[in-house]
């Protein structure tokens, strides 16, 4: 089983969509969870850290359940610019502090 | 807003030829890690440095690797005789600590040919 897994994609969705993207992980040892954007051929950006009792930041909700070994992300009212990959990634690992990426889902955001 | 740089932002080498890549991470952090991404291929962990040693490192990181934090400021990742697959963005992050945010420079693509 893959360390973290994604759905590859891609999702067209129009502007104004909400769109949800999930993420699993497979080492329940994991400590810290976080969704990155990456742009193409451009280096991962951070977009959010996702807390045990969920977070948002504007029109992006993240949640973590545990239990499940599984996170989420949510766009509500999804903008052209939100056009990217978006990296789900994990760290803590049994004492280990290195971040282990999935290899992402593509999101086209369309006019 | 303080942030991860890297240089040179491309490098083409000969196939066995070194190549020094080298980062400057945000000032007050102390964790420092380099990555790499092959095209249309998921971002990889390489090696995590902390305290000026190395705190873990991958498969892929073997003995033609090797990092080294020669001053104060910069942090860089040494490929001793380059090959055909090693040609990669490679990222260099840091972090203030365990479980905090990391942020990433905007890479440097090795081409080997």
């Known amino acids: 089983r893959k360390e973290v897994e994604q759905d590859p994609g891609p999702f067209n969705v129009p502007e104004g969509a909400t769109v949800a993207f999930n993420c699993t992980y497979s080492?329940?040892?994991?400590?810290?969870f976080f969704w990155y954007r990456q742009d193409c051929r451009k280096e991962p950006k951070l977009l959010m850290s996702?807390?045990?009792s969920g977070n948002e930041d504007g029109r992006f909700t993240a949640q973590l359940n545990r239990a499940s070994q599984y996170i989420s992300l949510l766009i509500r009212d999804s903008k052209l610019s939100d056009s990217a990959t978006y990296l789900c990634?994990?760290?803590?690992?049994?004492?280990?502090?290195?971040?282990?990426f999935g290899k992402g889902t593509k999101l086209t955001v369309n006019p | 807003e303080p942030e991860v740089t890297q240089t040179p932002s491309h490098q083409v080498t000969q196939m066995g030829q070194e190549v020094i890549l080298r980062c400057v991470p945000i000032?007050?952090?102390?964790?420092f890690y380099w990555y790499r991404q092959i095209l249309g291929q998921k971002v990889e962990f390489l090696v995590s440095f902390y305290n000026n040693e190395i705190s873990e490192k991958s498969e892929i990181f073997d003995d033609q690797f090797s990092v080294e934090r020669p001053d104060g400021s910069n942090f860089t990742l040494k490929i001793r005789s380059t090959k055909l697959e090693d040609s990669a963005m490679y990222f260099c992050?840091?972090?203030?600590?365990?479980?905090?945010?990391?942020?990433f420079g905007q890479g440097t693509r090795l081409t080997v040919v």
């Open positions: 992050a840091s972090r203030t600590g365990p479980g905090t945010e990391a942020f």
């Open positions: 000032s007050n952090h102390l964790y």
């Open positions: 990634v994990v760290s803590g690992q049994g004492g280990s502090e290195k971040l282990v």
């Open positions: 080492n329940s040892a994991s400590q810290s």
């Open positions: 996702v807390y045990s």
